[in-house]
């Protein structure tokens, strides 16, 4: 059958790094200087990447992570959601079709898919590896959950899944406060299967490193670095095990286990979808990414006291211009005082 065959060397990855070996896929987000967010395009090549990893039978589990050690994946990009989707909520529509499909192939390639915590999975990162079915997190990473912070709703699976996962009042701590969940907290809140240490200070292994000593090992000073050895020996344990496993049994087992996170999936997301896309031209948005990309704090304020950036728009002028907005002085079109 040829129409299944695995794509390798004629798929041409920019954002993303594949590469299959011994029967382990493995997909990495590489935009580390962009902490590994996903653009239009990333997700466009992720699906492919995790589709071939679906359809190749040499396979058997995948292994998706982030290139670095800060970030396993920060959600969308915000340079590109302030830039091209706040101004055009219908295109939005589109990109969140193309981000659920993402997801789902994800859940739906077929074989076990191994979150590989390398750094922070944050937004639409932590929506990312609750998709997935294992988690191995570095201990000095840490995940968490942003959209009533920055004008958006993370109904692209942290909505749906965080109850399921952590139970229903630390979903809502996470998705309405937003806190940074650290890799312990994460760990006793089973939104991850292990946590393995990953600061060392002149090469050995620290436990329960202090901020400061993540810092310092992000920066490589003092004799601390990041080394995720023990993250790669525990990957390396999951995928053994998975090997010694019937792979029609394995993957009947993950479509069963699924059946509770594709229901409340299936009957929120296609909405999801709806609402994102018309909220997204509106003044929540459009505050929250101006603050991300201008380096400020949101004006939660000024949002609470009108829906509008310029009041309603409900002024007329004599020049036959409708619906200009109440606080304007003057006319849009042709600059007559109102
Ligand atoms: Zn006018």
Redesign the pocket.
Known sequence: MDDFKPYAGELEFHDVLYSKDDGVATVTLNRPKSFNCYSTRTLKELILAFQDASWDDTISVIVFTGQGTKAFCTGGDVKEYDEVYTKKPREYWKYMGLFRGYLESIMHAGKPVIARLNGMAVGGGNESQLACDLTVMAEHTWLGQVGTSVGSVACGGATQWLPLVVGDKRAREMLFMNPKISSRKALDWGLVNAVEPSVTKEGDFIENPSSDQVKKAQKGLDGYAIDLSKVDARIAEYVANLKNKFPECLRYTKTNTNTLKDLVWNITVPHAQDWLSTHFGGVEPYEGMRAFVEKRPSDFEKIRKSEFLWGPAEKE???G?KGLPSEFEH?G??G?AL
Do not use: F
């Open positions: 002028c004599g020049c211009a006319c079109k042709c007559k």
